[in-house]
């Protein structure tokens, strides 16, 4: 398989809930990125990895746990998650390099509700 | 801190209309400058990548250019189709800081048949 992939794409959890969402990047990237994207709203930037590192916790709150075991996979774990939280969750990767020709290639996203 | 905006935010033109879309930003320390694609409940597309250094890309029926000094980008669609109908995203890779990406709000299109 090619790309990136997004398991699951779709997800009804409880507030009470633990569930983790997992990404895969075949691409041979370096780094890889969590992005939360609500109804009419922009991006907004999660987490980063770069090399298995966390170098970018844009103020998440402690409820979003995520995991880089290797350059290739990617977890976010959740637990005691609010309703807010539903939003369509998209996993991405790149290369991570500082050049002008670095892009990021996304997953399909998984569809997160919280009830 | 770099802001990205898109105007506008929706759009709905007639099949086979030539249509722009706009995005601008405030710091132009930039590496590149990239449009994307998103379909309904779905990840995104990659359009085009304007590299700094760059002013402008094309790719079949599409045409983006950039214009660092000013912050500014537009995305050119030629005779616009059906399947064209998508929400557009722009953006850009801010120097400083290489692992962060900077998106705007998109611009939702409707083409209709």
């Known amino acids: 398989e090619t790309g990136v992939t997004q398991t699951p794409r779709h997800l009804v959890m409880g507030m009470t809930n633990k569930k983790s969402l997992k990404c895969e990047q075949h691409?041979?990237?370096?780094?890889m990125y969590w992005y939360k994207q609500s109804a009419k709203k922009p991006l907004e930037l999660m987490f980063v990895?770069?090399?298995?590192?966390?170098?970018e916790n844009n103020s998440v709150p402690s409820r979003f746990s995520p995991e880089c075991p290797n350059s290739s996979h990617l977890f976010l774990h959740l637990h005691t998650l609010q309703p807010e939280d539903s939003a369509l969750y998209l996993c991405?990767?790149?290369?991570?390099?500082?050049?002008?020709?670095?892009?990021?290639?996304f997953g399909p996203g998984t569809r997160l509700t919280v009830l | 801190k770099q802001e990205v905006t898109q105007i506008p935010a929706a759009l709905s033109v007639p099949e086979g209309e030539n249509l722009v879309l706009n995005c601008s930003f405030t710091?132009?320390?930039?590496?590149?400058l990239q449009w994307f694609r998103q379909d309904p409940g779905k990840g995104l597309t990659s359009l085009l990548l304007?590299?700094?250094?760059?002013r402008e890309q094309t790719s079949g029926r599409l045409n983006a250019s950039l214009d660092k000094s000013s912050g500014r980008s537009t995305l050119y669609i030629a005779a616009s189709q059906p399947g064209d109908s998508a929400t557009y995203l722009c953006?850009?890779?801010?120097?400083?800081?290489?692992?962060?990406?900077?998106f705007g709000s998109g611009t939702k299109l409707n083409v209709k048949p």
């Open positions: 990895y770069s090399l298995e590192e966390r170098v």
């Open positions: 953006a850009v890779k801010r120097k400083g800081n290489f692992n962060k990406f900077y």
């Open positions: 691409l041979g990237h370096n780094a």
């Open positions: 304007i590299q700094s250094s760059q």
């Open positions: 710091d132009s320390a930039i590496y590149n």
């Open positions: 991405a990767s790149s290369q991570g390099a500082s050049g002008e020709t670095d892009t990021q290639y």
